[in-house]
């Protein structure tokens, strides 16, 4: 059997030649999800005891980037078959619960993460969303927006507020679990981002996760952040790659584009860029035991994210009108990559939550209750 890296490589042709279709039909590509189930690469990190390889974080991220640069969709379908929401089921879950997370995401289910909410971006913890218990389990009741693979995942961990603060809970579609709308975005085309209302939805109670706090549940967000990273750095990667064909392909001034000084320099800080940011990224994935330090993890995405956007704009820039036209894979990578400085943690937030590392302290966002501001005037 080839190893994970090889199997993959070996789909990137087929993965490569749909990949438009998804855009241009804005479909979920459920054929794609076959080809990962059969190759084994839904579920890469799942430990054996539930059927899994086992995989680490530094194992699969170098497998998320050569899958994303053919098909950013199925990148992004392998970071949520492999981190995020089952990264925090496999670290805090029951037996029950990584025993059912397990065989969903092994037979080729994509869990959604349910943070979000109209009230509640940034800010996460404002969430309004409720769990009450009611006899033999809990009533979730609140909307949550913006949940990549609403509608097409089976598996949910939403995040409500219980008596005792923020909790997980593993949700299955079911009565009183709808999805009110669909987002029309510009990029990732094909994955549905979903409002989704939980209306009096029952949830049995061995599906609440054990009794672990918000800091906790989100640390496990940063194996995503880490994916979200890879995706980016893929994309990126794969840009540079065609912008590097094409400088030694078209002629311009009787000459090839590659000629030219301006154009070198441009793939030469492409280049640079990338290989920092995929410096971050591997920094970052080695970092987790078992979520990746999450100042590690906030640097990897915010660098990574920022370059990807700047990387493939040169790309495309560098094929002139070919760039912008829909021969090329190049405008829906430009669409595409624009998401990952704000899904995930915002370039802004994850600034935020760096200095607040550098300098050692919690930087708390919200206005200053009116007595400590007056405490500071009189200081
Ligand atoms: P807001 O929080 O309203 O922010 C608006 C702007 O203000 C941003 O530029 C932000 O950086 C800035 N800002 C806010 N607060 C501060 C501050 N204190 N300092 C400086 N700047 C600030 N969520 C889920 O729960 N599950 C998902 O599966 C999911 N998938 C997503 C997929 C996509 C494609 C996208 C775009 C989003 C997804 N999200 C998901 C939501 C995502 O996590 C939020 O969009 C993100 O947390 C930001 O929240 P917001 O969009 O409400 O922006």
């Given amino acids: 059997m080839l190893d994970y890296l090889s199997r993959a490589n070996a789909l990137l042709p087929r993965l490569r030649s749909r990949a438009a279709t998804w855009d241009r039909e804005r479909r979920y590509c459920h054929e794609n999800v076959s080809d990962l189930v ?29 899958v994303s640069g053919a098909c950013t969709l199925t990148g992004r379908i392998l970071v949520e078959g492999n981190m995020g929401a089952l990264s925090a089921v496999m670290a805090y ?9 397990a065989a969903l995401v092994l037979a080729g289910d994509k869990p959604a993460i349910c943070i979000t909410e109209p009230g509640a971006g940034s800010d996460a913890q404002a969430m309004v969303t409720r769990a009450t218990p009611v006899p033999g389990g809990w009533r979730l009741d609140g909307i949550k927006h ?47 981002e979903a409002e989704l209302r939980f209306e009096n939805h029952f949830v049995p109670a061995d599906m609440a996760l054990p009794e672990v706090g918000f800091s906790q549940l989100i640390d496990a967000y940063n194996t995503q952040r880490v994916g979200a990273a890879t995706i980016a750095l893929g994309v990126a990667s794969e840009a540079t790659r065609l912008a590097q064909a094409h400088l030694t392909d078209r002629q311009q001034f009787g000459r090839l584009l590659a000629e030219f000084q301006g154009l070198q320099w441009m793939l ?15 920094d970052a994935a ?23 956007v700047r990387v493939v704009d040169r790309a495309l820039q560098m094929h002139g009108a070919r760039g912008y036209g829909g021969d090329t894979p190049l405008e829906r990578m430009y669409r595409d990559v624009r998401m990952f400085t704000i899904g995930g943690g915002t370039a802004q937030v994850l600034r935020t939550q760096i200095a607040s590392h550098v300098l050692g302290r919690k930087l708390p966002q919200g206005r200053p209750a009116v007595d400590q501001i007056r405490g500071a005037d009189m200081a």
């Fill in 146 to 192: 913006w949940i990549t693979g609403g509608g097409v995942s089976k598996l949910h961990l939403v995040f409500a507020q219980t008596r005792d603060g923020i909790r997980g809970f593993l949700a299955e579609p079911g009565p009183g679990l709808r999805v009110a709308r669909l987002e029309r975005t510009m990029g990732l085309c094909g994955m549905p």
């Fill in 268 to 282: 030469a800080d492409m280049d640079t860029e990338l290989a920092a940011a995929r410096l971050l990224v591997k």
């Fill in 286 to 308: 080695a970092s987790a035991d078992p979520f990746p330090d999450r100042t590690k993890a906030a640097r990897a995405k915010l660098l990574t994210s920022e370059t990807a």
């Fill in 38 to 66: 059969a190759v084994g690469l839904m579920g890469m990190s799942i430990p054996k005891a539930y059927g899994g390889p086992g995989l680490s974080l530094a194992e699969i991220v170098p497998i998320v980037e050569a």
């Fill in 93 to 101: 879950g029951t037996d029950t619960q990584k025993a059912r997370a």
